[in-house]
């Protein structure tokens, strides 16, 4: 499968702590984002990074990706309670379609 | 507002009653998609559009239809639901990006929730 693993499955922290989950993937990418979804709801875009990138930021989050060993992880730092969600990587595997392949998430449970 | 808009939000169906989820974007994009989500299986992806007339399947085509007449909207139907098709049912849109394929982020709908009995 193409699909990207997102590890670990299941991540519960307190409030204030960091929360950090990993992705990894199969061939070259194109590019690699990550979603949150709160329960039942639509997936929200977070983060965006190219193939020829290292590392982005977005207020508390930072997103990092090590093509050598095709991995990516999500650091949120600070936790709130409203972190709580579930978080995805999407890769795109470039081609004619260019299509989105979604890994399972990670389930993100942080305590008050 | 920018946003994709899914309707119906939730349905309890019978087998064999064909329906219609409707999903319609306003931001112009060129690229549409309908993923299905199912507990532990995560997003699949069903039917996907780049363009007005250009729809391909994705990886769980099965039992579905799409049609994409006009750009805002790209229906999803069920000719005939059966219960394996009980899912969680997302739309997603994108502007095309340069170059081949698809590279900016997908916008989703809310989600239709559909119980076929």
């Known amino acids: 499968s193409q699909q990207g693993e997102e590890d670990p499955q299941a991540l519960s922290i307190q409030e204030g702590e960091n929360a950090t989950m990993n992705c990894s993937y199969k061939t070259s990418i194109n590019n690699l984002q990550w979603y949150r979804q709160n329960s039942g709801r639509g997936l929200v875009h977070l983060i965006l990074i190219r193939s020829n990138e290292r590392e982005k930021h977005s207020g508390r989050l930072r997103v990092t990706l090590d093509t050598s060993k095709k991995s990516s992880s999500l650091l949120i730092t600070a936790s709130r309670a409203a972190d709580t969600a579930s978080y995805f990587c999407a890769v795109n595997y470039g081609g004619s379609q260019g299509n989105l392949i979604f890994g399972k998430g990670t389930k993100l449970s942080v305590k008050p | 507002e920018a946003q994709v808009t899914q309707n119906p939000r939730y349905l309890i169906t019978v087998t064999g009653k064909k329906l219609t989820v409707t999903c319609s974007q306003n931001?112009?994009?060129?690229?549409m998609s309908w993923y299905r989500q199912d507990p532990g299986l995560g997003l699949r992806q069903i039917y996907y559009?780049?363009?007005?007339?250009?729809?391909d399947k994705g990886d769980v085509p099965e039992g579905y239809k799409v049609s994409r007449k006009e750009k805002r909207n790209f229906p999803l139907i069920l000719e005939s639901p059966s219960p394996n098709q009980t899912s969680l049912y997302f739309c997603?849109?994108?502007?095309?990006?340069?170059?081949?394929?698809?590279?900016?982020?997908?916008?989703f709908g809310e989600g239709s929730r559909l119980t076929v009995l």
């Open positions: 931001m112009n994009h060129e690229y």
């Open positions: 997603a849109s994108s502007s095309r990006g340069s170059g081949r394929g698809y590279t900016g982020e997908l916008f």
């Open positions: 559009s780049m363009n007005v007339e250009v729809t």
